[in-house]
């Protein structure tokens, strides 16, 4: 079974950085796209960032653009987001999660329906 295990996550004050990783199977990492999500208490989760396969391509929410990258290390089948300039809205868990059956294509990528493989979550939180 893939696994996909989050970790990075803690208490920072707003302005402050954290980068989250998520560790995934090399079938995980060297096939499949990548997203980050979250969900805040009281909402529903939320696209953050994907990554494609290869790399190549990455794309963000319009609320961490500028502030956030994601990036992907193949010789450490880990996959990355560098969050800088928090802010206490980004306060949430955080899930990274990929697309087996490869439909996170287009609009398909920023709908958490399109990923089928997901981690526990790590939270996030941003004090004022």
């Known amino acids: 079974q893939v696994q996909l295990v989050e970790s990075g996550g803690g208490l920072v004050q707003a302005g402050g950085s954290l980068r989250l990783s998520c560790a995934a199977s090399?079938?995980?990492?060297?096939?499949?796209?990548m997203g980050w999500f979250r969900r805040a208490p009281g909402k529903e989760r939320e696209f953050v960032a994907a990554?494609?396969?290869?790399?190549?391509?990455?794309y963000y929410a319009d609320s961490v653009k500028g502030r956030f990258t994601i990036s992907r290390d193949a010789a450490k089948n880990t996959v990355y987001l560098q969050m800088d300039s928090l802010k206490p809205e980004d306060t949430a868990v955080y899930y990274c999660a990929a697309d087996s059956r490869y439909i996170s294509v287009g609009q398909g990528r920023y709908d958490p329906r399109s990923y089928d493989l997901w981690g526990q979550g790590t939270q996030v939180t941003v004090s004022s």
């Open positions: 990554i494609r396969s290869s790399g190549g391509s990455t």
């Open positions: 090399p079938r995980t990492f060297s096939k499949y796209g």
